[in-house]
Nanobody, 124 residues
Framework: QLQLVEAGGGLVQPGGSLRLSCTASGFALDNYVIGWFRQAPGKEREGVSCLRSRDGYTWYKDSVKGRFTISRDSAKNTVYLQMNSLKPEDTALYYC?????????????????WGQGTQVTVSS
């Protein structure tokens, strides 16, 4: 059974940092594109970053470039999202997802396996 489990969310002050993790079971992340998405209350789900494990290619939403970094640990079958200089507008439920078609995209419709999400709240 394919499963993704996110962890690492929490409450942080503006300017702070969090590292989210996405651990896969039942499949090897190296064979997929892994994306991070977020959804704030009343808003649509949006793509934040993605990683093609095969060659390490990464892509970021413009508003997080320079602040967020996606990375992987193949031995742990885990993808991370390091989030620095967090802003209140980064507050959302963050999901990771796997794209078996190996397409580097932040379009949620291309992703076919999703985790349950981890809440990130940026507030003073």
């Amino acid at each position: 059974q394919l499963q993704l489990v996110e962890a690492g969310g929490g409450l942080v002050q503006p300017g702070g940092s969090l590292r989210l993790s996405c651990t896969a079971s039942g499949f090897a992340l190296d064979n997929y594109v892994i994306g991070w998405f977020r959804q704030a209350p009343g808003k649509e789900r949006e793509g934040v970053s993605c990683l093609r494990s095969r060659d390490g290619y990464t892509w970021y939403k413009d508003s997080v470039k320079g602040r967020f970094t996606i990375s992987r640990d193949s031995a742990k079958n885990t993808v991370y999202l390091q989030m620095n200089s967090l802003k209140p507008e980064d507050t959302a439920l963050y999901y990771c997802a796997a794209n078996s078609a190996m397409k580097v995209s932040l379009n949620p419709a291309l992703y076919d396996n999703w985790g349950q999400g981890t809440q990130v709240t940026v507030s003073s």
